[in-house]
């Protein structure tokens, strides 16, 4: 049973970073597809970014483009979404999830991904 544990989030002042990390457990962590989604009050759960288990294709939403990275540590069975310039929008909660192997086209599609995280609230005053 693969467990996911997000940490990280806080408030943040507009203009500030954070840097969320998702540990893995229960499983091969190397052959993760690894995801990041959001969810702000009242809104539907939207796709962030995602990291292939290869390591060598990332995608990212268009709204975070050049101020969010994600990254993966085998090593350390943990992703990361280093996030930047950060906005009063960008306030949501952050959700890692994962799929064993999966295809670079499917990163973006939360319903590819059987396994989430509880979550980490990231807040960004104006």
């Known amino acids: 049973q693969v467990q996911l544990v997000e940490s990280g989030g806080g408030l943040v002042q507009a203009g500030g970073s954070l840097r969320l990390s998702c540990a893995a457990s229960?499983?091969?962590?190397?052959?993760?597809?690894m995801g990041w989604f959001r969810q702000a009050p009242g809104k539907e759960r939207e796709f962030v970014a995602a990291?292939?288990?290869?390591?060598?294709?990332?995608t990212y939403a268009d709204f975070v483009k050049g101020r969010f990275t994600i990254s993966r540590d085998n090593a350390k069975d943990t992703a990361y979404l280093q996030m930047t310039s950060l906005k009063p929008e960008d306030t949501a909660v952050y959700y890692c999830a994962s799929d064993t192997f999966g295809t670079p086209l499917d990163m973006k599609y939360a319903v590819k991904y059987p396994n989430w995280g509880q979550g980490t609230q990231v807040t960004v005053s104006s």
């Open positions: 229960g499983g091969t962590f190397r052959t993760y597809t």
């Open positions: 990291i292939h288990w290869s390591g060598s294709y990332t």
